[in-house]
């Protein structure tokens, strides 16, 4: 290739990059009667931050993350339900209750969404400044909710209403700097006010045609498994690496069921399950080649209520190269149990 030929198509892809860079930050078409409440593009929004009778959330872009991925602060501030008496004990009527701590949690695809719908923040419809009568109406004479955008390093202060008839969801926004309302967009109050469906609750963040070999550990031991068909959806399987043309079924049955866990609840950055640091009983190393892909860790930690018949002895915790700290995993027990049965197995 040439030197003019080389600086053509280093022209060409600078050009490509430069047209998504542009259609990333450009702002959207507004519908007919839209107003822009907070005129911005997505690099200008740094935080946003609301706060209701319940919550206080905020996020943020992460600045450890490759792309786009937002980080979400979780405070609950509101009271925390009575949980039930144990076996044999009454109910104590003023009985304390410990809130639920805050937590940084990595923000799913639909909270990366909502951060970037600030900017521009587009209103379907203005409504100027309004009387009280006309405020108490709209839920903003005593508002609840609010909402801070930081724009630039400037904080746009905003209080948010919801009349008590609004059938449809409605919500309005009010300006605290000029006193001006607008049509809050739709779902985006729900949104707010439900901050936990906007966690990623992924365990990985690669697919599984993106590896070809995994290594289980526990206990001093290891057994190494390969990936056959893995290109082709569906017809997938693993076999042991010491005897690559047996497929092993019980394996593929336990990956299946390891793969498709659902975390039953999920701990911030930093956090540690309540009864103090847990103990791992269960690696899996996944490689591409020699290439590194991901990991997961299993580890128990001890029950907060001890051994009874009612409560297991130990909760059982993963974490992996994706997510933000240690989850909960209901079925975490038996797949540690079944993973040390296929590392036992000839």
């Known amino acids: 290739m040439t030197g ?3 600086a053509i198509q280093g022209g060409l892809a600078a050009a490509g990059l430069l047209a998504v860079y542009l ?7 507004k519908a007919p ?42 405070v609950p501030t509101g009271k925390a339900p009575p949980k039930p008496p144990a076996k044999n004990e009454k109910a104590k009527p003023d009985a304390k209750t410990t ?7 990595l923000g799913s695809e639909p909270a990366t969404k909502i951060f ?69 967009p739709r779902g985006l109050l729900a949104d707010l006010q439900n901050p936990n469906h906007l966690v990623d609750r992924r ?53 299946d069921a390891m793969w498709r866990a659902f975390p039953s609840d999920i701990l911030g950055r930093g956090e540690e399950p309540p009864t103090g640091k847990p103990t791992v009983v269960l690696r899996i190393d996944y490689t591409d080649g020699k290439t590194p892909v991901g990991f997961m860790e299993f580890a128990r930690a001890e029950s907060a209520g001890g051994v009874s018949e009612e409560a297991p002895v130990a909760d059982v915790y993963a974490r992996t190269e994706h997510t933000a700290g240690w989850l909960k995993l209901a079925t975490g027990a038996q797949l540690v149990a ?9």
Do not use: C
């Open 116 to 184: 970037e719908g600030f900017a521009p923040l587009i209103s379907p419809r203005a409504f100027g400044v309004l009387d009280a009568s006309k405020l108490k109406e709209l839920g903003l004479e005593s508002p609840t909710r609010h909402l801070e955008v930081t724009v630039r390093g400037d904080v746009r202060r905003f209080d948010i209403g919801q009349p008590e008839k609004a059938t449809g969801g409605e919500a309005f926004l009010r300006d605290t700097r000029d006193g001006r309302v607008y049509l809050l």
């Open 33 to 74: 009667g839209a107003v822009s409440v907070i005129e911005a593009v997505k690099t200008d929004i740094t935080h946003v931050h609301y706060t209701d009778d319940a919550n206080a959330v905020d996020f943020e872009r992460g600045k450890d993350n490759a792309g786009p991925a937002v980080w979400i602060h979780l």
């Open 4 to 6: 003019r030929a080389a």
């Open 203 to 255: 365990l990985h963040a690669f697919e599984i045609a993106d590896f070809d070999r995994f290594v289980l550990s526990s206990g001093g031991k290891q057994k190494a498994y390969l990936q056959i068909n893995r290109e082709v959806r569906g017809k997938s399987a693993f076999a042991p690496a010491k005897t690559p043309d047996k497929p092993d079924q019980m394996a593929k049955n336990w990956h």
């Open 99 to 105: 809130p639920e701590p805050p937590r940084d949690l």
């Open 338 to 346: 079944d993973a040390q049965k296929l590392i036992a197995a000839p």
């Open 23 to 29: 259609t990333w930050q450009r702002e959207p078409e």
